[in-house]
């Protein structure tokens, strides 16, 4: 759906998750000086997001701006889902740039987070974004895959983690923590190692291969028909263009409604390095590329693959299903 310009109206909510690195003691007050305190709530847990969301919910919020990274924002929109399937009238989702790839943000076109919320206290017009979201174990999320995407999540998590407090923490963290992981671990971890046979059936309506441009191509593919067999370094499932730090690396995931944009990558470690300045700008064309336009799909792998969520490490899957959510999520970005 093309995004909307709206007005900003009613009274609105800041969830701060107060884990995060950025979300700061002198963050937290620039927030309070633009936002009415009594409207400004920081997290501690998820637990006591859930509480906080299910008190914007019944305060009838026109709209909760979240903040604390992807991972924050993934949590708040399912949340939300769930009071909204309970009969709740529940808030579009703003996004504050708070986290480290901040993947929703970039798409979105966020910026200082203290700015963006006086722009909407000054009740600036705004771009309001009607989504659906792709699903999986339950969850739903803008963007989730299996492979060395993942297996580059988990190995930069696990860099954080054995770093953490010491003198190196600021370098294994952010772009170059990622870099140190994929360089450091990934890639060598991957060399040796052949791609897994990946074979995924399309247990949806009619879906189609997407050619260069984005368009589809060929007949379509019907229900129980298999989209890929083969091997494949990477599968992933979008219904939003970009990655952390504004990869495109899914650029049909908005070009056809009522469908996801499925990515299958059968590229070897070193290929994908190479590639990745064309998966940053969202021009990736290869013959190891498989595109499709699909609602509903099951991935099924030779063996057990890395898997992540919205950017957050979910751990190891042999079989996943991806879906498309019945109900879309209303995102608010700057205008």
Request: with cysteine; glycine share 12%; charged share 20%.
């Amino acid at each position: 759906m093309l995004p909307a310009t709206r007005i900003p109206h009613g009274p609105f909510g800041v969830v701060l998750n107060a884990n995060a690195g950025r979300v700061t003691p002198r963050l937290a007050h620039a927030v309070r000086r633009v936002v009415d305190p009594d409207h400004v709530f920081l997290t501690e847990s998820k637990e006591h997001a859930e509480e906080v969301l299910r008190a914007c919910a019944e305060r009838e919020y026109s709209a909760v701006f979240a903040g604390g990274g992807d991972g924050t924002i993934v949590d708040a929109i399912n949340t939300l889902t769930r009071l909204r399937e309970e009969g709740a009238r529940v808030p579009a989702i703003g996004v504050l740039r708070l986290g480290t790839g901040n993947a929703l943000a970039h798409w979105l076109g966020s910026g200082r987070p203290v700015r963006d919320l006086q722009r909407y206290s000054d009740r600036a017009p705004h771009v309001s974004r009607s989504i659906r979201m792709v699903t999986s174990d339950g969850t739903l999320f803008p963007f989730g895959g299996a492979g060395h995407d993942a297996a580059v999540l988990n190995d930069y998590y696990a860099v954080k983690s054995r770093f953490k407090d010491t003198a190196l923490a600021g370098l294994c963290s952010g772009m170059t923590g990622y870099l140190i992981a994929a360089f450091g671990r990934t890639v060598p971890a991957y060399l040796s190692r052949p791609n897994p046979t990946v074979r995924v059936i399309n247990i949806g309506r009619p879906a189609w291969r997407v050619g260069p441009g984005g368009d589809e191509t060929g007949e379509a593919i019907p229900t129980g028909g298999v989209l890929y067999e083969g091997p494949a370094a990477a599968v992933g499932a979008a219904t939003t263009p970009q990655l952390g730090y504004g990869i495109r690396y899914f650029p049909f995931a908005c070009r056809r409604p009522g469908r996801f944009h499925l990515r299958l990558v059968n590229l070897s470690p070193l290929q994908c390095v190479a590639a990745i300045p064309a998966a940053w700008r969202g021009t990736l064309a290869h013959p190891g590329v498989h595109d499709f336009y699909a609602d509903r799909v099951r991935v099924t792998f030779s063996h057990a693959m890395p898997f992540q969520l919205g950017g957050d490490p979910a751990g190891h899957r042999k079989e996943v299903t991806f879906g498309l959510s019945q109900t879309p999520v209303t995102l608010i970005g700057q205008a």
